[in-house]
């Protein structure tokens, strides 16, 4: 087997991380991820995200993942109207321009636009490709493939092992790679094409606008008014895929890019997430990977999620959603700002604005370049005294181990003491 064609090892693997905003640019950067994914204007498939991006932030964008050795993915897999054609052509120019390494498509006006630029194109998973023969249709075109995300490991299998044997090439010459989604959001239509609110709201999850049809509460009545009896009242709304306890097995199938779904979720999910990824997938061959399973798993529960499953790719029959929201065992309370941070004494001021704060709990800085940093309050000041607790307004201290910026907004982690059972009713898949 010639080198272009070794099977990727975990270490190897591209953990391809979700950007929809500027502090979740740094935190997935500053975890260790690959590459991120991100659209702008509102040509992409999440552009109703916080703090959504424009066509003047692409260069930047650009330029910070080139800073931390990472690729940036400029995402424009919408569904395209002759009217965005344009727009199309004035983000192409400008990602050209900036450097982005590839660009995210599923309608071939703007697969053919990007090629003409020489942008390399990644094919989006709403192409939802789940064979062979089509996958050697779009690598005309694509040198990287998001396969749809109703296969199980054995097509996904199948289909790595063709691409070697037919020696299935993109346009840039190098053997196709494939890319699956390993965690996040599972969508009842097929690879997120769904129809429902545009059909109850004008608002097409096709055009980045979904209203989230699938993740409310239902029950079902029939004609006389009697309510049928059913396991689950959130019967539209999966549980999120985890594929972490059988990730060695994902690795095995030969995929070269794994993507974590989120890009409305915020930084702290973004860096919790990657970092989790990044060490299980670097520790994978090891003869103590199976025994890590838990602790990953309990990082992973103390960010958002609806629960977790093993996706379509076991062959398994999924689960449902038992809220319309997150399931976390930790959830996030504003308490502030940081007015100061002393870089040498390594200490953050903090304008306290609401709520109460003690030492031994847990706080967590957001900002666009801090990212995100979770930190235990070692010892709280307040008038230049050392206190147990202090409740807002007041101005407070503290030491942390790494550094945040003036302006950045402060959060108290509380426990919720709701925990998956992912981790601990199964035996992971090794």
Not at 258 to 279: C, F, S
Not at 315 to 336: L, P, Y
């Amino acid at each position: 087997m010639s080198d272009s064609k070794i099977r990727p090892s975990g270490k190897s693997v591209e953990i391809v991380a979700p950007a929809g905003n500027h502090s979740m640019v740094a935190a997935a950067l500053q975890a260790g991820a690959s590459s991120i994914y991100f659209g702008v204007e509102n040509l992409n498939l999440r552009n109703q995200a916080s703090g959504a991006f424009t066509i003047q932030d692409l260069g930047y964008i650009a330029q910070k993942c080139h800073h931390f050795g990472a690729r940036g993915y400029l995402t424009l897999n919408s569904v395209i109207y002759d009217r965005d054609i344009r727009l199309v052509h004035s983000i192409l120019d400008e990602a050209s321009r900036a450097g982005v390494d590839a660009v995210i498509a599923s309608d071939p006006a703007v697969i053919e636009e990007a090629r003409s630029r020489d942008l390399s194109v990644h094919l989006s998973t709403q192409v939802s490709v789940s064979n062979l023969s089509s996958t050697r249709f779009w690598a005309r075109y694509a040198d990287v493939v998001v396969l749809a995300r109703e296969l199980d490991l054995s097509m996904i299998r199948r289909i790595v092992e063709g691409i070697e044997e037919k020696d299935i090439r993109g346009p840039s010459g190098q053997l196709l790679k494939i890319e699956v989604f390993g965690h996040g959001a599972l969508c009842i239509a097929v690879s997120g094409r769904c129809g429902m609110s545009l059909y109850s709201d004008l608002a097409s999850a096709n055009r980045g606008a979904c209203r989230q049809n699938c993740r409310r509460k239902y029950t079902v009545t029939d004609e006389r008014g009697v309510q049928l009896e059913i396991d689950n009242e959130y019967i539209m709304s999966p549980n999120d895929i985890c594929t972490l306890p059988f990730l060695n097995r994902v690795v095995d199938s030969g995929i070269s890019m794994l993507k974590i779904e989120g890009r409305n979720r915020g930084a702290d999910y973004v860096q919790n997430t990657v970092r989790v990824y990044r060490e299980a997938l670097d520790s994978v061959a090891d003869v103590d990977f199976k025994a890590k399973i838990p602790a990953w798993m309990t990082r992973l529960e103390g960010v958002y999620h609806r629960g977790f499953s093993s996706g379509y790719y076991l062959g398994e029959k999924q689960g449902w959603a038992a809220s319309d929201g997150n399931q976390s065992s930790v959830r996030k309370v504003f308490v502030g700002e940081v007015s100061n941070f002393f870089k040498k004494p390594s200490v953050a001021e903090i304008q306290l604005r609401t709520g109460k704060i003690s030492a031994g709990q847990e706080l967590a800085f957001f900002g666009k370049t801090t990212g995100s940093l979770r930190q235990t309050i070692g010892e709280l000041r307040k008038d230049d005294l050392s206190v147990q607790e202090a409740s807002g307004p007041c101005i407070v201290t503290v030491p942390l181990t790494g550094r945040v910026r003036r302006g950045d907004q402060v959060f108290l982690m509380e426990k919720t003491f709701i925990e998956s059972e992912t981790a601990r009713t199964r035996e992971p898949a090794v």
